[in-house]
C-alpha cells in the first residue's frame, strides 16, 4: 500500500524567504503527483500537478520536483508571503485514487 | 464558476440516524470522489465513480453507500450514524482519459459532520 510522508509537519518562515516543503512516497508506481493548499475550514485547491513522465512543474513562484525512482518530490516556494500561510499537502495517484500525506502547515511571519 | 458543491456545510446527528451528503459539480467531469478527513490525518478515499453508473470502493467505504445516476452528482449516504463516522467530508471530480494529460482534482470546501 502507497504510504505518503511530509516533513516537516509545521514551519514558520519570516516573510521574504525561500522554503522547501518534502514529500516521500513508497511505491513509485504512480501516475502523477500533486500539490495542494488547503486554508483552515475550507476544501484543497491544486497548485501543481507533475505527471510521472515529468520532473518538475512551474507555477509562478512555485516550482516542484518529482524523482520516481527515490520516491521524493520537493515543493519549492520562492519569496514567501503571509498570504501563503496554508497547509500544504502532497498527492500521489494510483490507478483510481489519490493517497495523501498528513500536509504541512506553513506559517510566513510579516 | 461554481466548480463542486457540497450541501450541507455543517450537520449534526444522532447514532444511528441516516442522512445523505450532496456533492455537485458542473464542469462534465467523469471522476467523481469522496474523502474524508479526520483530525492530522490525510484524506482517505471513501468511494469513487469514472462515470454515470459505475462506482466502487475506495480505501474506507464501510458504513457508506453511493450512487452516480448522472455525470453531475454523487450523493454520499450514511445509514447508521456512528461516532466513528465523526469527519470533514470532501467530495471532488476530475476529468481523467488514461493515457492521456492528466487533470488536477478539483474540491468542495466539505462537509463538517458531528456523529453525538
Known amino acids: 500500500k502507497q504510504e505518503v510522508t511530509q516533513i516537516p509537519a509545521a514551519l514558520s518562515v519570516p516573510e521574504g524567504e525561500n522554503l522547501v516543503l518534502n514529500c516521500s512516497f513508497t511505491?513509485?508506481?504512480?501516475?502523477?503527483l500533486q500539490w495542494f493548499r488547503q486554508d483552515p475550514g475550507k476544501g484543497l485547491t491544486s497548485l501543481l500537478l507533475?505527471?510521472?513522465?515529468?520532473r518538475e512543474q512551474t507555477s509562478g513562484r512555485l516550482n516542484a520536483s518529482l524523482d520516481k525512482s527515490s520516491g521524493r518530490s520537493t515543493l519549492y516556494i520562492a519569496a514567501s508571503q503571509p498570504g501563503d500561510s496554508a497547509t500544504y499537502l502532497c498527492a500521489v495517484a494510483g490507478a483510481n485514487n489519490l493517497f495523501f500525506g498528513t500536509g504541512t502547515r506553513l506559517t510566513v511571519i510579516p | 464558476n461554481a466548480g463542486v458543491t457540497q450541501t450541507p456545510k455543517f450537520r449534526i446527528l444522532k447514532i444511528g440516524q441516516s442522512m445523505t451528503l450532496q456533492c455537485a459539480q458542473d464542469?462534465?467531469?467523469?471522476?467523481m470522489y469522496w474523502y474524508r478527513q479526520d483530525p492530522g490525518m490525510g484524506l482517505k478515499l471513501i468511494y469513487y465513480s469514472v462515470g454515470a453508473g459505475i462506482t466502487d470502493k475506495g480505501e474506507v467505504p464501510n458504513g457508506y453507500n453511493v450512487s452516480r445516476s448522472t455525470t453531475e452528482d454523487f450523493p454520499l449516504r450514511l445509514e447508521l450514524a456512528a461516532p466513528s463516522q465523526t469527519s470533514v467530508y470532501f467530495c471532488?471530480?476530475?476529468?481523467?482519459?488514461?493515457?492521456?494529460?492528466?487533470?488536477?482534482?478539483?474540491f468542495g470546501d466539505g462537509t463538517r459532520l458531528s456523529i453525538l
Open positions: 471532488a471530480s476530475s476529468y481523467l482519459t488514461r493515457g492521456g494529460v492528466d487533470q488536477p482534482q478539483h
Open positions: 507533475i505527471q510521472s513522465s515529468q
Open positions: 511505491d513509485s508506481a504512480i501516475y502523477n
Open positions: 464542469m462534465n467531469h467523469n471522476y
